[in-house]
């Protein structure tokens, strides 16, 4: 079956279905894998003939959100799903025992274009960069050795780090450990389609941050626009000191519901002499924050998806402070000077 540029590993997917023996099972898929998901529907029903099939028509962002709920709704005895691996940051991992679940990457299958590496080189040269460190979204982790060799070999001394929950050189949107935990690197080269990484490593690192898209082959520096962005929430971290009564926002997705932050978060307002109201929601859009938000409230944090503060809500358009867990911890104990998403 074509399922373009990506390797689902199909053969082996229906082994271990048959394996589970489920008589129903869901397919969650991110929104850029959902063109694939009748072809995929389509091939495991060949092998699986008595198997119903779900396919989850709802966004997926990351491991983080695992259809845990819906599958004990329809009754689905196993969860496939695709574009992420296990959510590395859990903090609630007994939801995730109630329905076994199989992630599959689907890591892109195509090589990096020579003319993209020899422009990574050249932004690193410019840069004065010797010894870059090479992290991707999943679906990109073998390009990574493709970027190390060409390097090394041209006196580069690339390194790719690895954190103990995911593979080599893999972050995610709100996980940049393999960055935290590796000291011996001067600046970061990101493999991914958008920002959103990129943007996330620079934050998380403060260090010169180079973009390379493998669907475009567009290499890019993105260091100034992270500086930016930092900028921007120093601004908001420095708005929300001054704030008396806070609004925890809790999220109810599998990963993205952390009891350890949210009772650390309560105790550190609690012992400052300041209120807080704990809302709980599965999304957050600025709408839904709009209609819950009241004068009394000082500011917000939002404990599901630490990316929604920075990425989706804006000061022009709302104009408290909404903070990350880690943002508002760093106010909270008075620690500016590393930035936290988490
Ligand atoms: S960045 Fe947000 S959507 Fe992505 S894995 Fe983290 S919590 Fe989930």
Redesign the pocket.
Known sequence: METLDYDFNLPDLVSKISNLNPKSIILQFPDGFKLFSIAIADYLKNYLKDVKIYISAEST?????IAIEEAKMLGAELIVHFGHTP?SLAEYKSILEKVPVIYVPGKFKKELSKSSLISLLFELNKIGASKPALVSTIQHVDALKQIRDFLNERGISATIPKSPLMEEGQI???DYSPLINEKNYDSVVVVSGGYFHAFGAGLMTMKPTIKIDPYTDKVENVTENVKKILKKRYATMERSKSAEVWGIIIGTRT??YRPITIRALESLIKNKGKKYYLFFSKSLTINELRNIDQPKIDAYVVTS???IPIDDISEKEFEKPVLTPGEAFMVLKGELERYRLL
């Open positions: 962002w990351g491991g983080c959100d959510y995610v949107g709100c990963g993205q998806c630490p990316r």
